[in-house]
């Protein structure tokens, strides 16, 4: 998977290499689908909720750039596996998600793997945390209209952002970083995300 899927597509960084080959992605799907678990593809995880590509994931992690000691946000834990590949290249993880079950079951599982420097939270996320702000890097997994505001003031100074962003049948994979005081964002790629629903987001039905 890491050779062949995210090398092989230009993610150079070793350090995300390594972390991507380090976290059983097949600990994260659910048990029927655990040998399509290194397979080329998102996979569902319950709720209509998917996991991402592993090289979508690796992407992300790469353009947040977590260094040790960085505070990183996520939101749209989901099964918890994109948090888990932040926790081994970042100091503190802070993860939100919308469903229950989904927080539930991703925090149990982030237990387990002894990802010690999560911090799962439970609720609308598109507002991001601002009493924990700022973050080094925030990597948003579901995607919104625009860029949300809120999430965009949360980005420290020199810190970076990653968020799909457009409509909801296919989005910009849109990336920035912070310096001077001014968010610079570019696109990377197109990119199709689950989306996110909230204040800042989509209207939650
Ligand atoms: N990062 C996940 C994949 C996320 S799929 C992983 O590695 O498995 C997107 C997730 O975002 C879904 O679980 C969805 O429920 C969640 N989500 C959507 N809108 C949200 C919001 N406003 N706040 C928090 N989570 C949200």
Do not use: K
Not at 66 to 71: I, L, N, S, V
Not at 119 to 147: I, N
């Amino acid at each position: 998977m890491v050779l062949r899927q995210i090398a092989a597509r230009g993610v150079r960084s070793p350090a995300v290499l390594g972390a991507m080959g380090c976290v059983p992605r097949h600990f994260f799907v659910p048990a029927e689908l655990r040998d399509q678990a290194y397979e080329d593809r998102p996979l569902p995880v319950g709720r209509g909720q998917t996991i991402s590509q592993p090289y979508m994931v690796a992407l992300m992690t790469e353009l947040a750039a977590p260094g040790p000691g960085d505070r990183v946000l996520e939101i749209g834990t989901g099964s918890g596996y994109q948090a888990a590949v932040l926790s081994l290249l970042a100091g503190e993880v802070h993860t939100v998600e919308r469903l229950p079950e989904l927080f539930e079951a991703s925090r149990e599982r982030l237990a387990v793997m002894g990802c010690g420097n999560v911090r799962a939270f439970l609720g609308d996320g598109s507002a991001g945390l601002p009493g924990h702000a700022p973050y080094d890097a925030v990597v948003v997994t579901a995607g919104a209209p625009d860029l949300p505001e809120a999430l965009a003031a949360q980005v420290a100074e020199g810190g970076r952002i990653v968020a799909p962003v457009g409509p909801e049948d296919g989005q910009w994979l849109v990336a920035g970083e912070r310096t001077g005081g001014v968010l610079r964002l570019r696109r990377v790629l197109e990119c199709r995300f689950v989306p996110l629903l909230g204040v800042h987001g989509w209207p939650d039905a």
